[in-house]
């Protein structure tokens, strides 16, 4: 029976300190792909006018020759980067991908959705990519798939005729907490309901449980893969490569590669780690696949990690541009998100207080 693996990998910003290869110290890991899968979290662009945010990714449109240097063959880029240089550095980004041949999924500069079938060893697989939040701007052709569950059905009803699997593309969920918010659970069923094979996560910067649900799989973040964890308040510096192996009828096995990201934010394979990140990665999936993560529990995990890394986010905003950030930051602060967030903090301290005593 012939079979593909399929390497997925999360977020790449291109950027390392000493302007080395971001990659180099997987390249043999990578050498035993059929298809190679990561979530471009950067602009390809030398545009200079940059959008108003703590943490703005670009990078020089020849960094992609690392991408291809090392056999990337899809990216994801439907993020919350993709217009930090606004829409000129989308159109740059898009051309510079086209240009060298690489397969890109969730934005397109034309009006339809934007997907991709790759074929290897006779096997089809179909790919999509979408992101929580609006950032299309039809009047300037720029189109971000958004994560909506209606229409990621119809486009896996529709891909899935063309090929042997569909594979999904979330950017989603909340940064720098390691587990997924219980809608998100529901969402990823329902699509592998619907006929996805695969769903592949990221957006939070740290890495999340993995759920064998019914024919399907769902890691829910892939974490960092080639990025600074400081820029984006990740107090950890693991990750992993998520190895699928699929014939003509769908998952056959997985298992995940280890990997630390080192002061380069050059991400490496540690034989010290190995077992550290692999039993981490059983112990959040532990809860997903018993079913027992409430939005009580959920919101006690996540809330002061949400709460800090926000705050440290607007404060930057508003040192850099001003009175309009600090009006967004008061909003965000009143928010029905933010209200339950305060509950939670002050429940979980009320329960370890009364446990001390």
Known sequence: MSMLKLMAVGDISLQTPSGGHPFENV????????????????????????AEKAVVLDSSPKKVKYLKDVGFDILNIANNHIMDLGSEGFHDTLGTLRKEGLSFIGANDKSEQSYAILE?????????????????LPEKRVWINELNLSDIAGDIESLKRQCDSVIISLHWGTENVF??????????HRLIDTGATIILGHHPHVIQGIDRYKHGLIAYSLGNFQFN?????????????????LSKEGLENYYIIP???????????SGEAKEEISSFVRSLSEPISSGTLTWGWWFEQIAEEYLSG???????RVRRYGIKHLLQAVIWLLSPFCLRCYAAVIGRRFRRSFRKA
Request: with cysteine; charged share 20%; proline share 5%.
């Open 120 to 136: 290897k060893h006779g096997i089809r697989l179909g790919f999509l990519g979408y992101t929580q939040g609006r950032f299309s």
């Open 259 to 269: 990997v630390v990201i080192d002061q380069y934010f050059s991400p490496g394979v």
């Open 179 to 188: 587990y997924p918010s219980p809608k998100q659970i529901d969402l990823a």
């Open 310 to 316: 926000n705050m440290k986010s607007f404060i930057i």
């Open 27 to 50: 390249r043999g890991i990578f050498e035993s792909k059929d298809i190679l899968f990561g979530n471009l979290e950067t602009v390809l662009s030398n545009q200079r006018k940059k």
């Open 229 to 245: 964890p400081e820029i984006s308040y990740t107090k950890t510096n693991n990750s992993m490569i998520l190895c699928s192996e």
